[in-house]
């Protein structure tokens, strides 16, 4: 099964293809994306990737639902809900499949907190030939949108600890 998930951000899209082996309790990264939305070429780019995946592999999108605090400016509240407005409406208008996780609930899943180090790390911990490809590991984005995908996994599984415990993976990119 083919999931994709999305880091959602208008400054810092990060987007992750991802293959699950549930017989294996494999999981492969075979693509990934980071760019801005604040473009309209952007965008453009977002829903090519959408169709493409739609037609390729028939995903189900694991999209992180952030809202914005009362703390923030008028303009970052704008922002957070413009880039997930853009997102939802690419979607849905392909008739995407799509949940959406709250970061507390995923990070709380996959054993990271708002550090964005901790989730650099436990990628390592999943994806061990990291080091032997060019992926990005500076890019929390990626790395979350990858995250964002394997707490789902854990959420729907029913043992939580064995799954997070046997998952292995393999960056095919």
């Known amino acids: 099964m083919y999931f994709v998930g999305i880091d959602t951000s208008l400054q810092h899209l990060g987007i992750s293809l991802l293959k699950y082996d549930d017989k294996k309790f494999f999981i492969f990264l075979l693509d990934y994306f980071h760019f801005n939305l604040n473009k309209s070429e952007n965008i453009k780019k977002f829903s090519d990737i959408v169709i493409k995946y739609n037609k390729k592999y028939k995903p189900l999108y694991v999209i992180e ?6 703390s923030h400016s008028r303009k970052s509240i704008f922002n957070f809900a413009y880039a997930y407005g853009v997102i939802k409406g690419i979607l849905i208008s392909n008739n995407s499949n799509f949940i959406e996780m ?27 030939n990291w080091e032997n490809t060019k992926f990005p590991i500076k890019n929390d984005h990626i790395v979350e ?28 990119k």
């Open 65 to 70: 639902k952030v809202f914005p605090m009362k």
């Open 102 to 128: 709250y970061p507390q609930r995923w990070k709380r899943l996959v054993g990271t907190t708002s550090v964005k180090e901790t989730s650099i790390e436990r990628f390592k911990e999943i994806f061990t």
């Open 145 to 172: 949108s990858t995250l964002i995908v394997i707490s789902f996994l854990i959420d729907t599984y029913e043992d939580r600890v064995y799954l997070l415990e046997k998952l292995k993976g393999e960056i095919k």
